[in-house]
């Protein structure tokens, strides 16, 4: 790929065939930062190399070393960490942090995989390669499934709501709220790359899915709620490439990427040979499966033509009776790494939080200064700009930009004029980038 190589392959397997699980305290340590920053190599280079149509190694890398379930396990261990001890982290009396670089590396991490996992999923071999842990990434999706339906389109608060008068904690837990939107978007992407494989499946996958899970059903509820939609002043808006989006009048009618998603992933749990056995219409899923007719327009079809056949899938439920739930006692087998991963750690969240206060977020100015200075290092965001598939939008205006914030490298703007009226929401949102430059 040239200039635009982040990795030599043999850099790549080396950093691949490293990758291990750690325990929840040893989370934001030397060992597991050096491991999150080759995980955000890895991502980068995953996203280049699709990106740019070449063949992809890192995916390659992961099935031949067997280290998607090791991800997996990472993913929801770091779930577990953001669940059950960053919140008695903030409690500690003790911890008064002016810096939260290396939190929010933590914070950050479930956000790094997940991505990673979105990339590659998109190959059934990836899927396959997850054996089991597939069951436990299937249990991740739906919680994450759970927290959009429970989200309310278009509540969000403003960025100086967001950003008024905070502690460094307080901006962090903000940022680790909105990270969670994106989080669970890229999750329901994983989730519909997992119903791409019905027919390679196991038994008790398919079952979590369609009768533990009934994703069906929850997924009617995604497009009823629309949670990546919103009316902002009157427009209409799409969350899109990590943020809101106003739509024109004119691609009103046209599917975005989520819907597309949601509807691929329904078709899939409906109407592929392996879910139409084993998945039972009871009087509540028939009741929330005929939503969808009000949804199939010709417009929707025309976009999506495959569509015509849940279209008359729906046209013969509605005509046939329910079946009662099934009642069979089915021997199979259950996701286990959230449950060990609680049981290894029940009672210890105070203990992992004070020993982290200790050893591991009390970090000398020099440690943060390396630390920082090796994030740098990492995200070379100059070589995922050259083959961006668009150019970025202005903050204020939404017009083409070609000039960056200097001190967050995230927000862009037209002009200066535009970046001085923007500066009022967006000053505050510089902070925790602010807080890594002065750590360098």
Not at 80 to 108: A, G, S
Not at 235 to 246: P, V
Not at 355 to 374: M, N
Not at 385 to 412: G, I, N
């Amino acid at each position: 790929m040239g200039d635009l190589e982040l990795l030599l392959p043999g850099e790549a397997e080396v950093l691949v065939q490293g990758l291990h699980s750690f325990q929840l305290r040893e989370m934001g340590s030397e060992g597991w930062s050096k491991q999150h920053e080759n995980l955000e190599k890895l991502n980068m280079q995953a996203i280049l190399d699709a990106t740019v149509s070449q063949a992809e190694p890192i995916q390659e890398l992961l099935v031949t070393h067997g280290k998607i379930p090791t991800l997996v396990e990472e993913l929801i261990a770091v779930e577990m960490w953001k669940q059950k001890v960053f919140p008695v982290l903030c409690r500690l009396e003790d911890f008064k942090p002016q810096n939260t670089f290396p939190i929010y590396m933590v914070v950050h991490h479930e956000a790094s995989i997940i991505n990673l996992l979105e990339t590659v999923f998109f190959h059934k071999e990836v899927c396959e390669s997850a054996d089991d842990t597939v069951l436990d990434l299937v249990d991740y999706c739906h919680r994450k499934l759970i927290l959009l339906v429970a989200r309310k389109g278009g509540g969000d608060l403003s960025e100086e709501e967001r950003f008024q008068d905070s502690t460094p904690m307080q901006e962090l837990q903000k940022q680790a709220e909105m990270m969670e939107f994106e989080i669970s978007l890229k999750a329901l992407s994983v989730l519909r790359y997992i119903t791409d494989c019905m027919d390679s499946l196991s038994l008790s996958t398919l079952n979590r899915m369609l009768t533990t899970h009934n994703l069906p059903c929850l997924l009617v509820e995604l497009l009823e709620h629309s949670p990546w939609s919103r009316r902002e002043g009157g427009k209409l808006q799409h969350f899109e490439s990590g943020r809101w989006q106003t739509v024109a009048p004119s691609e009103h009618q046209k599917l975005n990427k989520l819907d597309g998603q949601v509807w691929i992933a329904l078709y899939n749990l409906l109407l592929s040979p392996e879910a139409r056995t084993r998945y039972c219409l009871t009087n509540f899923a028939k009741g929330q499966l005929l939503k969808l007719q009000a949804f199939l327009t010709d417009t929707l079809l025309d976009q999506l033509p495959n569509l015509a056949d849940l279209k008359s899938f729906l046209a013969h439920l509605a005509l046939v009776e329910t079946q009662p739930p099934k009642k069979d006692l089915v021997l199979e087998q259950i996701p286990e790494i959230w449950d060990r991963l609680e049981r290894e750690n029940k009672g210890k969240w105070q203990a992992i939080a004070k020993h982290q206060l200790q050893h591991v977020f009390s970090l000398s100015e020099k440690d943060l200064r390396q630390q920082a200075q090796r994030w740098a290092e990492t995200y070379r965001l100059d070589v995922l700009e050259a083959v961006a598939p668009e150019r970025p939008r202005c903050a204020y205006c939404s017009a083409e930009a070609s000039k960056r914030c200097s001190r967050c490298q995230k927000v862009w703007y037209c002009c200066r004029e535009c970046q001085v009226k923007h500066w009022e929401k967006h000053g505050k949102t510089c902070v925790l980038a602010a807080q890594g430059d002065r750590a360098k």
